[in-house]
């Protein structure tokens, strides 16, 4: 190794560790909670990992059999990793589910640091590479426990770009290959990630086209690549550019051929891989309110999601780079820097995802971490260098720049993972566009050892042929611990999302539990989504309200030979209203019905009054206090459980009319809701137990979850 080579090396050694024990961070904090913990193991706190979890426990243990969601086995390359290095290395997939993402995504300093060493100056990938590793959305993504794909979402694309980098200005083939093999890996790993590579691969073969227009290794380069985004099976695509690598480093080919085959190649790209309808379908995904489907106008699940939300433009800013200022200083960075070299046009397309964040929400922010890091250290690069760039004859007096720039860029990243700054007036007055976080960014595993207990106690008594009935946001975890299956989950929630919210939000039992066992029997016949089927008859809309109506008025005699448990977790009080809003429309136009009332927080009593949170109940009167207009109260409802776990209520009238408040005493929280919300299934089954023993079977009564048998 030469003394560059291995100063490199020391400095990825470095930057991964700096990475790696930022990530960990997560783990010793949640470590002090037991409620945490599950048979000894710490528990992850994203529910979209449950899926890969499932998927590698199928691999491994042989599990969900007849989960209709589960049928890829191989298709999804963290499940294939994560069940792999279980079986070779003994380790449990609860604790690779633990650790992976902080391993896995800290590679990311690997393709920044080795940006830096292709432009000739080692210390701006490894001031680069800090800032890149730990970003705010980065981290948020990637920490210790968020399980998911996102661990290899920005990294890859890092990778990539260095390879199609070092291809271009080192005009080689074996670079421009290594960047075709990731490309089709890329998927992979991290399945939403074509909009990505499409377009760095458009804007590179533009800028060998602008910049390169007669140069024979554009067309060997737009060859090889355009073929390694086709739309094909991934074997033929690695055969193909690894042959077009040998036929172009043996054979001599004309320009004039090599601009014929090119153009081929790409044009068989630009169709196989529906460039525009995959780049459209993400953008209307996340800009539109309606998901239409056979002439039905259902809502778009993306419009309620908290990482989809708008968010404000100093939060992009933040999540991005850490800071408003350290955009600012960023773009201008990435100004100078394609200026300067103009191939870093190709990591556009990272910028622009970032910015995405604007209309699709802040879970576009974490591709852009990297880049926008490599461009603010550019700044500092450019500022201490001032034409000794690619000399390196920096003196303390340069270095110290490069050092102070990188410092106040990554504070606001640090303070964010562990906190660093008392709260203070200055600090307060500067937080939009420098911020320093007094608390740090913590966060609690998906489910609690009260909630996993139960869903075990699931298990033992249902077969992996049965079924859970509740909200898509507990569909994966349902399946890792209870090994059975749901309708709708974290990537089937569209549709039939209004399936489950009628379910849980009609004042109708009858229709709660006929509507489920349809709902079910019909997937279970085409494993596909099931609302359109119901609501449609040859190939048009029937009037949706009149058919839940018919549903809901007879006692169907509908065989399974599974059963239907309905679930309802207390934490599901937090999202009800979010929940209610999927059924409360009409499915034939799209009109959305009058809003319900609903407000939950904490109670406390204080001489005649009870607040639930900000808002007192006047316990003279019996009305609800809204600044100075004054709500009747219809019931007060105080439920509770004894110390053996017995549910005690007792339900009083106060006035004809008016909004009901519930203590939940035990919980030490109050709801108050309108009668749409008290008399939901969710509500009366829940709080008060109330269920028509014609139809439904208690099975588990636990204060923190309750499950319910169909007969």
Known sequence: MTKENKMVLGLIIVAYIFSYLFHIYWIDWASNYPQFFFHNQLMINNPDGYFYGSEAQKIVEHLHEYNPRLTGTYSY???????????????????????LPAVISSLVVIPIILIGKLYKNIYWGFFASLIGSIGWSYYNRTLAGYYDTDMFSAMLPMLILYFVLASIKNK?????????????????????????????????????????????????FIAIFSVALMDINWEIRVIAIIGLFYLFKVKKIELKNLQILSGILFLGFFITGNVIGIILAKILSYSTFTQKANGLQFLNVNRTVSEASHIPWNIVFDRIIGSTIGIVISIIGYILLVKRYKEFIIALPLWGIGFFAFVGGLRFTVYAVPIVAISGVYFFVWLASKGKFEKMKWQIKEYSILVVGTLFLLAPNISHI?????NSTFLSSIQKIYPLKSRPYLTPTTFNKNEVEVLEQLKKVSTPKDYALTWWDYGYPIWYYANVNTLIDGGKHNEDNFLVSKILTTDNQKLAANLSKISIKKYIETNTTVAPQLFTKNGKPIDVSNYLDKVG????????????????????????????????????????????????????????????GKIPLDLRQGVLLFGKNKVPVKTISIVGYSKNGKLFKKVQRVHQNGLNLILMNSYGTGIIVDDYYYNSTFIQMFVFENYDKNLFEPVIMNPMMKIYKLK
Not at 187 to 203: E, N, T
Not at 581 to 609: A, Q, T
Request: proline share 2%; charged share 15%.
């Open 418 to 422: 562990v906190g660093c700054c008392e």
């Open 77 to 99: 390359g963290t499940a294939v990793i994560t069940a792999y290095l279980s079986k070779f290395f003994h380790i449990s997939i609860d604790n690779l589910m633990l650790y």
């Open 553 to 612: 008025s007879k006692n169907l005699n509908i065989k399974l030979d599974r059963n239907i448990y309905l679930m309802l977790p207390y934490r599901m009080f937090d999202i009800l209203p979010t929940v209610a809003y999927f059924s409360n429309r009409d499915l034939n136009n799209g009109n959305v019905f009058r809003n319900h009332f609903f407000y939950k927080e904490v109670i406390r009593r204080k001489g005649n009054y009870i607040f639930i």
């Open 172 to 220: 080689s083939l074996i670079f421009i290959l290594l960047a075709g093999i990731t490309t089709i890996f890329y998927p992979w790993a991290y399945d939403q990630g074509l909009s990505i590579v499409y377009g760095m691969g458009i804007l590179s073969f533009l800028y060998l086209l602008v910049f390169n227009f007669k140069d024979e290794f554009s067309y060997k």
